[in-house]
Structures are given as C-alpha cells and as structure tokens.
C-alpha cells in the first residue's frame, strides 16, 4: 500500500466519522450521545479490521506471502525448465533413493 492511500484511508475515515456524529444529531440525539455512539462505531470498525488483518496474517494470505510464493514457484519453473533430460533424471533417481531409504 502507497503512503497517499493511507493518507487516503486515514482522512475517509475521519470524515466518515464526522458524517456519522452529524447524521446522528440530524435523527435527534445531542452532542453527547452523538459523539459516543460514533466513536463507539469507529472503535468497532477498527475491531473489525484488525481481525480481519491478523485472519489473513494466521492463514498466509497476505499479499506479501502471495507475491512470494509465486515467484519462488517461477523460479523453480525456470530452474526445472533449464535442465536437460539426463539431470532430470538424475534428480528423479536420487529423490527415489531417499525415498526408499526414509521408509
């Protein structure tokens, strides 16, 4: 994420608030209670958004996690793609040789 789209993020939701304290004393609540419930809604939001945040970091579903694990799957493409047929097979019989030892 840029630093403009934080700055951007940062400032909607000071206005959303704002919009929501007024819209709140537009129905008929004073100042006080306005206050509280909007606060009380952007407190719960950040809630939400935290748990949704630690959700995707708990799972590996990050963007960063994403973004590594397919260049790591590129790169092994690449590297696989660059042998020739008798290193193929070479690799293969010596993954079959560990195999056959671990059992």
């Known amino acids: 994420m840029r630093k403009i789209d934080v700055l951007?993020?940062?400032?909607?939701?000071?206005?959303?608030g704002g919009l929501v304290y007024v819209v709140l004393q537009v129905v008929g609540l004073d100042n006080l209670e306005a206050g509280i419930w909007s606060q009380l809604l952007l407190v719960a939001g950040l809630i939400g958004w935290i748990a949704t945040y630690i959700t995707r970091?708990?799972?590996?579903?990050?963007?960063?996690?994403?973004q590594r694990e397919a260049y790591e799957q590129a790169y092994f493409k690449k590297?696989?793609?660059e042998l020739t047929?008798?290193?193929?097979?070479?690799?293969?019989?010596?993954?079959?040789?560990?195999?056959s030892q671990t059992k």
Do not use: C, W
């Open 8 to 16: 951007g993020i940062g400032i909607g939701v000071f206005v959303a």
């Open 57 to 66: 970091a708990a799972s590996n579903k990050m963007t960063y996690h994403q």
């Open 79 to 81: 590297r696989i793609d």
């Open 85 to 99: 047929p008798e290193q193929l097979a070479n690799i293969q019989a010596e993954i079959d040789q560990e195999k």
